[in-house]
C-alpha cells in the first residue's frame, strides 16, 4: 500500500512559481507511476502530468506544456511538480496519485489506485 501527502501549495502572483511535493510512504513507491491532477471549483478533476517508475518517461496536458516540470526521487519516495509563469487559471487543488498502468492510462484519474488528500495553490491576478 502508498500512502500520499502533498505539500507546497499557497498563494502566488501571475507569473510566480511554486514547487509541489508528493511525499510517499511504503517500499514499492518506485515502481508506481506517478500522476499530478487538479480540481477547480465546480469542475471535474483534470490531469496535469504524469511520470513513470524510473522518471525516465513524462507527460503533460497542453495546458501546462512547457511551464510544469514533473520529476521525482525514488530514494526520497517523492514526486515534484515545479510550476512556473503560473497563471490565475491553475488556481486548483492539485492532487498527486499512483498507478501501475503504463502511460497510455495516465490521463485517466480512474486507473489509479491511490490519491493524496491535495493541497491548494491559488494564483492572483
Known amino acids: 500500500q502508498v500512502q500520499l501527502v502533498e505539500s507546497g501549495g499557497g498563494l502566488v502572483q501571475a507569473g510566480g512559481s511554486l514547487r509541489l511535493s508528493c511525499a510517499a510512504s511504503?517500499?514499492?513507491?518506485?515502481?508506481?507511476?506517478m500522476g499530478w491532477f487538479r480540481q477547480a471549483p465546480g469542475r471535474e478533476r483534470e490531469f496535469v502530468a504524469g511520470?513513470?517508475?524510473?522518471?525516465?518517461?513524462?507527460q503533460y496536458a497542453d495546458s501546462v506544456k512547457g511551464r510544469f516540470t514533473v520529476s521525482r526521487d525514488n530514494a526520497k519516495n517523492t514526486v515534484y511538480l515545479q510550476q512556473n509563469k503560473l497563471k490565475p487559471e491553475d488556481t486548483a487543488v492539485y492532487y498527486c496519485?499512483?498507478?501501475?498502468?503504463?502511460?497510455?492510462?495516465?490521463?485517466?484519474?480512474?486507473?489509479?489506485?491511490?490519491w493524496g488528500q491535495g493541497t491548494q495553490v491559488t494564483v492572483s491576478s
Open positions: 496519485a499512483a498507478t501501475q498502468r503504463g502511460s497510455n492510462w495516465w490521463s485517466y484519474g480512474n486507473e489509479y489506485e491511490y
Open positions: 511520470i513513470s517508475a524510473t522518471g525516465l518517461i513524462t
Open positions: 511504503g517500499r514499492t513507491f518506485s515502481t508506481y507511476a
